[in-house]
């Protein structure tokens, strides 16, 4: 996941240029500099905390494929898990509790 990188400068109005269209423009460049930037990168987080799981695909790889590695929380333990191919095996848990 990319950094979040710093925006550009609002453009400055053109003398002649009423406020309405000005407007417009400042939301249409809100929307495209900030909402979007932002937005992407809150509901990749939330994609991963939602699972109660996050896989680490291997250089090449695609999910669920050999040589893969997933953290993932089962019940209050932690597991760490690699795929063999056909399934996912426990590797190391961790007891919460």
């Known amino acids: 996941m990319d950094k979040l990188k710093n925006t550009e400068f609002f453009p400055a109005a053109k003398e002649d240029e009423k406020l309405p269209s000005y407007s417009q423009q400042m939301l249409r460049w809100l929307e ?3 909402w979007y930037r932002i937005s ?3 509901n990749w987080l939330l994609d991963r905390i939602k699972d109660d799981q996050h896989e680490i ?5 695609k999910i669920n494929e050999e040589g893969n590695w ?3 929380i089962d ?3 932690l ?3 690699r795929h063999n191919g056909s ?3 426990t590797i190391d848990r961790w007891h919460g509790s």
């Open 79 to 81: 597991t760490t898990e």
């Open 57 to 61: 695909t291997k250089s090449g790889n």
């Open 32 to 34: 495209k500099e900030i």
């Open 87 to 89: 399934a996912w095996v």
């Open 70 to 72: 997933r953290f993932k």
């Open 40 to 42: 992407k990168r809150v």
């Open 75 to 77: 019940g209050n333990d």
